[in-house]
C-alpha cells in the first residue's frame, strides 16, 4: 500500500495500462479483463486487475497531467515493481492526415517541462517508447482496419494552451498530437530501467475543430486498448 494506491503488494500485476480517466479503467478492465478485480479506490482513481488470455494485467487510472501520472507511475514501479508500463488514452491531432479515431502511437514525447525537468536541469532529454513494445504494437496495428500513425507526439503540462506559435511549429515539425502524460512516463521508464509505451486514440483536432462526443469516448477506444494488451503480450 502506498500514499496514492491501495493495493497490497502482489495485487498489481508487472504489465500495467494505464489511462488517465479512471472511469475508462473500470471500462476497459470490465471489457477486456477476465476476473477483474478492484484493487484501488483511493481519491477516486479506480484500479482493476485481472487476466487477459491468462496473462496478469492491471489497469489503473493516472490522472490528467504529468505531475498525477508522476505519482501513479512512480508508486507502480518502486513499490509494486511494475516493470512494463502502457499508456492508453485521447489526444488532439495536429496534422491533416492524421483523422478522428485514429490510433497514434508514439515513438517519442517532447515536452516544455516535465515533474522530471528538475533532475535533468539544462540537457534536452530525448523520451522515447520502448523499442520492443512499439514494435509489437505497431505488428499488432498492422493486423487491424483502425488508421494508425506511428511517430512523435507533443505532451504539454497545459491544458488549455495559449501559444498557438507553439501549435504551429510541432505541427510544422511533424508531431503527430497533443496530450498532457506520455514525456514523463518515458523519462520515468528510462530512469527505471522499465518499458513504456503511448498509445493513443484521436478525440480531436486542433486544425479543424472535430471532436468525438464525449458519450462515444469509451466505446470507440477499443483498438487502442487491443494493441496495448497485444504489444505487451506478442506471443498470447
Request: with cysteine; hydrophobic share 45%.
Amino acid at each position: 500500500m502506498t500514499v496514492h494506491i491501495g493495493a497490497d503488494v502482489g495485487q498489481i500485476a508487472e504489465t500495467v495500462l494505464m489511462p488517465g480517466d479512471p472511469l475508462r479503467a473500470k471500462w476497459a478492465a470490465e471489457t477486456f479483463l477476465d476476473g477483474p478485480e478492484c484493487i484501488n479506490r483511493v481519491r477516486g482513481m479506480l484500479g482493476f486487475t485481472g487476466t487477459w488470455k491468462g496473462n496478469r494485467v492491471t489497469i489503473q487510472g493516472s490522472g490528467m497531467g504529468m505531475p498525477s501520472l508522476s505519482i501513479y507511475a512512480n508508486e507502480l514501479i518502486t513499490t509494486y515493481g511494475a516493470q512494463t508500463l502502457i499508456r492508453i488514452g485521447s489526444c488532439g491531432a495536429m496534422q491533416p492526415d492524421v483523422g478522428i479515431r485514429d490510433v497514434i502511437i508514439a515513438m517519442t514525447a517532447s515536452t516544455l517541462t516535465s515533474p522530471s525537468s528538475a533532475i535533468l536541469r539544462d540537457i534536452n532529454f530525448a523520451p522515447c517508447a520502448d523499442w520492443s513494445l512499439l514494435n509489437a504494437a505497431v505488428t499488432a496495428a498492422q493486423a487491424r482496419t483502425v488508421q494508425t500513425h506511428v511517430g512523435g507526439i507533443y505532451s504539454s503540462d497545459v491544458f488549455y494552451a495559449e501559444r498557438p506559435d507553439l501549435d504551429e511549429q510541432m505541427a510544422r515539425h511533424g508531431i503527430l498530437g497533443v496530450e498532457m502524460e506520455a514525456a514523463e512516463l518515458y523519462t520515468l521508464a528510462a530512469r527505471h530501467k522499465r518499458r513504456a509505451l503511448a498509445i493513443l486514440t484521436v478525440s480531436d483536432h486542433l486544425q479543424t475543430g472535430e471532436a468525438v462526443p464525449a458519450q462515444d469516448r469509451e466505446q470507440s477506444f477499443g483498438d487502442m486498448v487491443e494493441i496495448a494488451l497485444e504489444a505487451a503480450f506478442p506471443d498470447a
